[in-house]
């Protein structure tokens, strides 16, 4: 899938859209999602252009993912929610129902969570 510089994501990084920030630094950018599924419900997006994981993790330089992923768990530990736990997600693609065509971990934390995924439809 070719990345679409459209992607609201993308916009966000650009400055083009508002966001609350978290957290920024070369690599990544973490702010508040707009429709929260938990107390804390912060997305951390890589400052490249990445569909997804498995996009940035062919494709990315190894300072890129180093990086990304040392952002993730520290905007994990800025929020406070190490201590009593929290889940990081990233949906993919159509059965992952992936919203937003940038690679995106989901930080959700402030009550028990439940178990992994919903039973099968
Ligand atoms: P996905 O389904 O792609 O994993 O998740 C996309 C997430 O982005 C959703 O949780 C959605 O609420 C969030 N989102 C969509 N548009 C915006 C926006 O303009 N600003 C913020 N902060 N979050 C957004």
Redesign the pocket.
Known sequence: MAYDRNN?FAK?LRGE?P?KKVFEDDWALA?????PQAPVHV?VVPKGEYVSLDDFTANASEAEIAGFFRAVGQVARELGVTGPGYRALS?VGHDG????PHL?F?IFAGRRLGRMVARAE
Do not use: A, G, K, R
Not at 31 to 35: A, Q
């Open positions: 609201v966000i859209i966001c702010f508040h999602d707009i429709n997305l949906n129902q992936q919203e937003v995106h989901h």
